[in-house]
């Protein structure tokens, strides 16, 4: 029995604390050469990928993604948001069609109403429909007990801000500031991240003269200097810093809301003059990005709030309209061949590195060794029973094996069900160390706890 309580710190020094890093990356799905959803989801489980956006709620990918450990950020397209701010029963209906079919198997944890809604040149989309719709799908969420599990948010251009230097002085635009407020409010009233599309290539595209290319590059270690004392070493903890400044200037100042970095990036090709738009400008760029996101560090403002960044893309989509540019963000071509070298490679997920690529001969690994979660022996039943209702519950995992006729059912016993619920709750939410703590009734196995008909999941 004393080897079933060293295997967590086994497992924590297989998998150590340090190297638990959210690295997040945007698939979008704007081309005609890309390869299945399956096949994208597969690969990624072999990388430090864990958390995926989309650009709207295509099932394929959904369901794609099922019992993947990836977590999923999906989208309503903006020409869908003013429906939705219609009524309540118009959001019921979107999440019931789109959303509901696929959990809690898919981890989607967080909806993105619109992408630049407030920026675009469309005038038909009006403002206030834009925070109506994130309040009805909010109450959608209450009402079916998943608002703690799947967050509202909508995702900003640099563009809603007045200004963006100096970090220290930076507030929203005047025409939007009601817009901004009631998004805010709702941010921090729901627990709810920013989310901001931040692109320190395109400020320095259109000011090459005075915007140091290292400073865009996150690499100019000689700073940048805020009249208010900070000191920034990279345009885009600047960026960060200007909303943080904008929000503070709405009257939040002492109310937490977390920022999340929901696009960043470089192009690896772009039109003639865009001459800093190169792969190896790329490679640069995205490399420190991602060793950005990994580092667990904020912002000179915030330093001990850590970032969560979502790369982008995932590949190039050749049928996106604009610019050259914007059809070369993509760390992968559409046939799978990397566009440049970008490590994504996961010690931590297989125990070795692996090359990881969508072209012929590519690998697919399990996310980590080998193991499973089951409850204490001896812990708390009355504790137990509370895990395996929370496992059970909404928005939790699908307990039909441990119900009468199950294949799990047998023994009926508390502990052996609740070891179940909480071995597919662990598996879901990719096989971290702290998804298999339940209040300290949980124990990490490295043998497999299946039996006759009944069969623990292993992503």
């Not at 997040?24 to 959803?37: D, E, F, K, R």
């Not at 937490?256 to 738009?277: C, L, N, R, Y």
């Not at 190039?316 to 799978?336: M, P």
Request: some cysteine; aromatic content about 10%; charged content about 15%.
């Amino acid at each position: 029995m004393a080897l079933l309580y060293i295997l967590p710190l086994l497992l924590h020094l297989i998998c150590p604390i340090t190297t638990v890093s959210s690295v997040g990356i945007n698939y979008g799905t704007l081309g005609n050469n890309l390869p299945s959803p399956k096949t994208v989801a597969q690969l990624l489980q072999s990388t430090l990928i864990d958390k995926v956006k989309i650009y709207d709620s295509n099932p394929q990918i959904l369901q794609a993604f099922s019992n993947s450990g990836i977590d999923l950020i999906v989208a309503v397209e903006n020409n869908h948001v003013a429906n939705i701010s219609s009524t309540k029963s118009a959001a019921q209906d979107w999440f019931s069609a789109r959303i509901a079919p696929f959990i809690p198997a898919t981890s989607i944890v967080a909806i993105a109403v619109g992408n630049e809604y407030l920026a675009t040149d469309d005038d038909s989309l009006d403002p206030n429909n834009l925070i109506q719709a994130m309040q009805n799908l909010h109450e959608v969420l209450l009402t079916r007990g998943l608002d703690r599990k799947i967050k509202i948010s909508t995702p900003h251009s640099m563009a809603v801000l007045a200004t963006s230097f100096p970090p220290s002085a930076s507030t929203f635009a005047t025409t939007l500031m009601p817009t901004m407020t009631s998004i805010v409010t709702f941010l921090a009233d729901t627990g709810s991240p920013f989310m901001v599309n931040a692109y320190p290539y395109f400020a320095y595209r259109d000011n090459p003269t005075t915007v140091p290319l290292e400073y865009a590059l996150l690499g100019n270690s000689t700073g940048v200097h805020d009249p208010s004392g900070y000191v920034y070493t990279n345009m885009l903890d600047a960026q960060i810093d200007a909303i943080r400044s904008a929000i503070a200037s709405l009257g939040f100042g002492n109310r937490s809301i977390h920022i999340t970095v929901s696009e960043s990036g470089w192009p690896s090709k772009g039109e003639p003059d865009e001459t800093a738009a190169s792969p190896d400008n790329a490679k640069t760029y995205n490399t420190r990005l991602i060793t950005k996101a990994q580092s667990n560090k904020g912002t000179p403002m915030k330093p001990n709030d850590k970032i969560d960044i979502f790369v982008f893309a995932l590949f190039n989509e050749n049928k996106k309209e604009g610019g050259a540019s914007e059809r070369n963000f993509g760390l992968f071509n559409g046939d799978g061949s990397k566009v440049y070298d970008v490590d994504l490679s996961c010690e931590f997920c297989s125990g070795t590195k692996m090359e990881f690529g969508f072209g012929p001969g590519s690998k697919m690994v399990q996310r980590g060794p080998s193991v499973w979660c089951v409850a204490k022996p001896h812990a708390d039943e009355r504790v137990v029973q509370g895990v395996l209702d929370f496992c059970c519950g909404a928005g939790g995992v699908d307990c039909r094996e441990v119900y009468e006729n199950g294949g799990c059912f047998m023994p009926n016993k508390v502990h052996a069900h609740a070891s179940y619920a909480m071995n597919a709750y662990y598996q879901m939410h990719g096989r971290n160390y702290w998804n298999c703590d339940f209040k300290g009734s949980g124990l990490v196995t490295f043998s497999d706890p299946s039996y006759g008909t009944c069969r623990y999941s292993q992503q």
